[in-house]
């Protein structure tokens, strides 16, 4: 057997004495390799991993006349909630030898146009969109992550916002807490209609005022790489208009660490004085200093399922698209408590 190259379907195919055909199909994950016997495909794969065989990504694209690559598509690549959904789909695409692109856009939708065209060129079989507004302009398959766009031939993954909203609420209400201020979500965030809506109506039913001076519309920093600082700034912003509030909702985990920081320097004592609810349940949410009472989103578990939706659609072109809703759940952690009495 040769040493000095790589070893190729062919080597392998001779050294097992089977049809470089009967060999490819296994390394594949052919639905037609299931006719084997299971002794040949658990023999196949063991001498590929002895011999060090890696296949040759381009004579497996003209085999198939498939690429095997996915584009994705994310406002930004920073700690939070898109880079543990990142982690789901990379997982979940690896696993099947799928490669990928990965882009930011920071929310400029000339560059979401240009970097679609540009994987589409590029040989991308499909997309995946995180919180990212687009229209469809090809005739790929796309799978969004959130309720960006209207589009109805895009497989969309969605969050019960409202639900979770009911849920941020509920738990400050049973506290005793009804002078709340909010951070409510940027512009062009795919949540924020959502979240806002639902926090206007539902409010009231809980006995929470929704006073205009304790509502602070976040703003972005660094082009969105810098939650924290926006998180911070806002709560600067809140504390300068002298209102007396017991509980902060913010809109994601990011910014709800970045007001506890904030409270912290201003010499509140948290959640004594003020309780901070966040959404996501990042990393960070379990790690910060008190730790943060949030609604979790189970994020690695939506990218797994948007990489094997994306997956199904590109193998099975006429697949109708599908809405799909999940339900977040309370994390009661230690940045909330009863709510202190204030005149």
């Not at 195919?13 to 040949?40: C, D, E, K, W």
């Not at 208009?241 to 010499?267: P, Q, S, V, Y």
Request: proline share 6%; net charge neutral.
């Amino acid at each position: 057997m040769p040493t000095n190259r790589p070893v190729s379907l062919k080597d392998l195919a001779a050294y097992l004495g089977l049809s470089r055909s009967t060999v490819s199909l296994v390394l594949n994950n052919s639905p037609v390799a299931q006719g084997l016997a299971p002794q040949t495909r658990e023999r196949i794969v063991l001498a590929a991993k002895k011999m060090g065989y890696r296949p040759n990504y381009f004579a497996r694209m003209l085999n198939n006349k498939r690429s095997f690559m996915v584009g994705i598509m994310s406002p930004d690549l920073c700690e939070g909630y898109d880079s543990e959904i990142l982690n789901g789909i990379e997982l979940t695409l690896n696993d099947k030898d799928y490669l990928y692109f990965v882009s930011s856009h920071h929310w400029n939708t000339e560059r979401i146009k240009k970097r679609i065209d540009e994987f589409t060129a590029r040989g991308a079989e499909g997309f995946i969109l995180i919180n990212t507004p687009t229209e469809r302009n090809n005739h790929l398959p796309i799978v969004s992550i959130g309720p960006s766009g209207t589009d109805a031939s895009f497989t969309r993954i969605l969050v019960d916002n409202r639900h979770g909203v009911r849920l941020s609420l509920e738990h400050l209400a049973s506290l005793g807490h009804k002078k709340v201020a909010f951070f409510r979500g940027h512009q062009n965030s795919s949540d924020t209609a959502s979240r806002w809506d639902a926090t206007m109506e539902l409010a009231p039913q809980f006995g929470i005022e929704l006073d205009p001076d304790l509502l602070i519309q976040l703003e972005r920093v660094d082009n969105g790489l810098n939650p924290v600082q926006e998180g911070y700034l806002a709560c600067e912003n809140l504390l300068a208009k002298n209102k007396k509030f017991t509980a902060l909702m913010a809109f994601n985990d990011m910014t709800a660490i970045g007001a506890i920081r904030c409270l912290r320097d201003h010499n509140y004592v948290i959640p004594t004085q003020v309780s901070v609810v966040g959404f996501d349940d990042v990393l960070a949410a379990s790690m910060i200093e008190p730790t943060l009472t949030t609604i979790r989103q189970p994020l690695a578990s939506m990218g797994k399922l948007a990489a094997t939706r994306i997956m199904e659609l590109i193998q099975n072109p006429e697949k109708e698209p599908e809405q799909i809703e999940i339900k977040p759940e309370l994390i009661i952690r230690k940045s909330t408590a009863t709510a202190p009495v204030i005149s």
